[in-house]
């Protein structure tokens, strides 16, 4: 990558939507990669994305946790002049004010083949799209030519395959709970439930580690429980003996780098079930668990909203009936079984999609300031 180096460089102000761990995550990531060739990196954001940002790459952190609509407009209108562009990682509202305030806007997605029934008007906004690529991505931008103008599909922000090294413990990655469709006690209710039902699963002979956001590890208060960076997570996936994981898209491309064998759990939002069955459709999922599977279906093609409403329906219902518990316990266990033994049908993605995505992210967004001073 060909770069402008240091106080020459644009001077970016990052952001992540406050949706589960992906976003923080790519935000981290994408700093890391810009930082060298940029002037400023600086960060703004709220809540649990705050976890994952660090003082370097960033210079400065503007927190603007509880803020209305209306004041986090303002501090953007006051924060505009000091930026040549805000790359946000999927935060479509932050997106809009920001060019409300006078800032030019990228936007990463980890989504683009999602989006129903079309993707999100800011993407057709901003100075530049960034998709990730997944199935579909490629057919739904080639689709549509408004889109094509500024989009560049960029491959998973992931490093090369790691060797796989497999210990004695099993990792547990509780990541991308936290959402502003449910309840916090409901993601803190969420984790609770699996991590009991993964524990009583587990032979004997296993150690449990277990990797969540900060404010859930707090809320469990369990010496199992951690928040890691993601090179600590990386390390202790590709050394675990396999994986019990939430199925957001950075978990499964991160399952994909390290080779892991995984069973995906139980939805915790409602783009978790469809990429799980995208995984087992195309023959790169090794198991995976569906609250239908234990007698709590859900109907996954309503709306956001009511796919949520529906799943805190049944987090709270299994949390209180004895038996559900039981048999979300015994379907980790049935599913787990041999797990050990294999190799993570995930690995071969990195072939189907690459890695790397974070140097080609990069470069379209350097490359977009440059043709934008």
Not at 11 to 29: D, H, K, S, T, V
Not at 175 to 185: E, I, R
Request: net charge neutral; aromatic share 6%; proline share 8%.
């Amino acid at each position: 990558m060909t770069t402008p180096a240091g106080p020459a460089g644009p001077r970016l102000l990052l952001n992540a939507e406050p949706f589960g761990f992906g976003p923080a995550a790519a935000a981290a990531i994408l700093a890391e990669e810009l930082a060298p060739a940029c002037a400023t990196v600086d960060y703004v954001g709220d809540g649990h994305t705050l976890d994952l940002q660090r003082r370097p790459p960033y210079r400065d952190i503007h927190d603007v946790t509880g803020l209305s609509e209306d004041q986090r407009l303002a501090r953007l209108t006051d924060l505009a002049p000091r930026y040549d562009l805000l790359v946000t990682a999927m935060d479509r509202t932050m997106a809009t004010l920001a060019r409300r305030a006078g800032l030019r806007v990228a936007l990463y997605d980890a989504l683009t083949w999602f989006w129903r029934p079309d993707v999100p008007a800011v993407a057709r906004e901003a100075e530049l799209y960034l998709a990730q690529d997944f199935f579909g991505v490629r057919e739904r931008v080639a689709a549509d030519p408004a889109l094509q103008r500024h989009t560049v599909v960029v491959p998973p922000l992931i490093p090369p395959r790691r060797d796989r090294r497999p210990g004695r413990h099993v990792l547990v990655n509780l990541g991308g709970l936290h959402n502003p469709l449910w309840p916090p006690d409901v993601a803190v209710a969420y984790a609770r439930l699996l991590l009991a039902a993964v524990r009583a699963a587990v032979p004997a002979d296993r150690r449990l580690v277990v990797v969540t956001s900060r404010g859930i590890a707090a809320a469990l208060d369990d010496p199992d429980v951690g928040s890691h960076p993601r090179d600590a997570v990386l390390d202790l996936m590709s050394t675990a003996a396999h994986a019990c994981m939430t199925s957001g898209l950075g978990n499964i491309y991160d399952a994909a780098a390290t080779g892991v064998p995984t069973l995906w759990l139980p939805a915790a939002n409602a783009s978790q079930p469809e990429q799980a069955r995208l995984l087992d459709r195309h023959g790169y999922c090794d198991a995976r668990l569906d609250w239908a599977d234990i007698g709590r279906p859900v109907d996954y093609t309503a709306s956001d909203r009511a796919v949520t409403e529906a799943l805190v329906r049944v987090v709270r219902e299994v949390t209180a009936a004895g038996p559900l518990r039981d048999r979300l316990a015994a379907g980790i266990a049935a599913l787990t079984t041999g797990l050990d033994a294999t190799t993570g049908k995930a690995q071969a993605l990195v072939d189907h999609f690459g890695h790397g995505g974070m140097r080609h992210a990069a470069t379209a967004i350097l490359r977009c300031c440059a043709q934008h001073p």
